[in-house]
């Protein structure tokens, strides 16, 4: 059995949440692998604004059984209450994920593996992992949702 970290919250429940947005996801083989890793990292949900999912064999889990898997027109209008969207894009002048402090309840928004997320999108908070050369999509789920946990595990 594998131990849990959260933050104490009150009855013992973790502070906040995380969830997941996809931009218009290439592949179908990165969001079954984003699926894990929602279902791995205790996420609420995962969003998909686009139309090229299909179920696929690397999400093993079936974690759309356990976590819910919402398909939008846009991803705005499924970011939860008093959460705080942050982009995660690979640009110049977003903050550091190494640096970056968490927001107890944050929905996550990825672009997809051959582009970048619409410009309205850059209003809002951005971060990027501090790479050479981009991930693909679930690597870098898998990075943010790593590093929430770490983080969170650092300071509980």
């Known amino acids: 059995m594998t131990a849990r970290v959260v933050a104490p919250c009150g009855l013992g429940r973790p502070r ?12 179908d083989h990165n969001v079954g692998s984003v699926m894990r890793a929602a279902q791995c990292y205790d996420a609420a949900l995962v969003a998909i604004q686009g139309d090229r999912y299909r179920k696929v064999s690397t999400n093993t889990l079936a974690a759309e059984r356990h976590i819910p898997l919402l398909q939008v027109d846009d991803l705005a209008d499924a970011i939860p209450f008093a ?27 990825f672009g997809p ?13 951005q971060v990027k992992s501090p790479t050479r050369f981009c991930m693909n999509l679930a690597a870098t789920v898998n990075v943010v949702l790593y590093d929430r946990l770490a983080k969170a595990a650092r300071s509980a």
């Open 83 to 109: 959460c705080e969207p942050i982009v995660i894009e690979l640009t110049e002048h977003a903050e550091s994920l190494v640096t970056f402090k968490h927001p107890n309840s944050a929905f996550y928004i």
């Open 113 to 125: 593996e051959d582009g970048s997320v619409p410009p309205y999108w850059h209003k809002y908070r």
């Open 16 to 27: 906040g949440f995380a969830a997941i947005g996809l931009f218009n996801p290439k592949t």
